[in-house]
């Protein structure tokens, strides 16, 4: 026979579990995102403030959801690119990461991706599950460009590291290549910059997951591209435009910019190809 005690001890155990549950299924349901990019962003909440113990030096400045796209030829009031530099596999985490206030304001940051890294077989679904847009490294993906402009338009956030992979330089972010300021006169979408310092680094995101670490994320406005935008999309306002971002990005980092990575000559395919994220191993 079961001693009352411990049948009392299971029975509220299996009564706060049912309550826990019904919590996690109702709360959930209030994301316009669905019920995994809900789990995976609280799942992401103690591994970027208890592993990596992240500070910020303001509250996250994203367009707050859901996604509403823009009415005729305004931009959509929640679409933003998000441009940070590159230091390690968990960097698009710690970027999602605390972006919302509540449920309902949860939403995926679609960040561009190389091919080869998004078709692994283990992660595609949780990389399915953010939006994350795949791009082939060489040629000219035009897909993956349509669909970024079209998440920007339908008011979505897309992030980007014009770094084009992880920079392994502790003092000075690599040359940059134009793929955000296309995206971003090619859509009036506001470009937030971001610097990360004191990021997990790691050989994939398997080994970042698990170091300890003090990671800072330094918010900045966004940046002014108003007298650029309306202008034809050429080299030297491509390379302007990116110069500025860029800059915006190495001071929030505190490191040194080494300028546009070759002529600043971009065709949409370039702009995809040449701003892929690599969060699952060091470029």
Partial sequence: ???????????????????????????????????????????????????????????????????????GDEPSPTAALIVANHRGP???MLLWSRHADAPEQIRPIAFLMARELYDVPRLKWFYDALDTIPVTRSGRDMKAVKVALKRLKDGGLVGLFP???????????????????????ATDAPVFPVGLRNVPRGKNIYTALL????????YGEPVDLSDLRGQKKTP?????????????????????????????????????AATVAAPAQAA
Avoid: Q
């Avoid at 170091?211 to 330094?218: M, Q, V």
């Fill in 163 to 185: 770094e084009g992979g992880i920079n392994h330089n502790p003092d000075r972010l690599r040359p940059a290549t134009p793929g955000a300021a296309f995206l971003a006169l």
């Fill in 1 to 71: 026979m079961f001693e009352p005690a411990l049948i009392a001890t299971i029975g509220g155990a299996l009564l706060l579990s049912a309550v826990a549950a019904v919590w996690v299924w109702r709360r959930s349901g209030r994301s316009p995102h669905g019920r995994l990019v809900w789990l995976l962003y609280v799942l992401a909440i103690p591994l970027t403030g208890g592993l990596w113990r992240t500070t910020r030096n303001t509250p996250c400045p994203f367009p707050r959801g859901p996604s509403r796209p823009g009415d």
């Fill in 90 to 92: 968990g960097d698009p």
């Fill in 211 to 218: 170091k300890p670490a003090r990671a800072e994320i330094h």
């Fill in 236 to 272: 030297a306002v491509l390379a302007e435009a990116t110069e500025r971002i860029m800059r915006r990005v190495a001071d929030l980092a505190g490191e040194e910019y080494g300028g546009l990575e070759g002529d600043g000559v971009a065709t949409p395919g370039d702009a995809a």
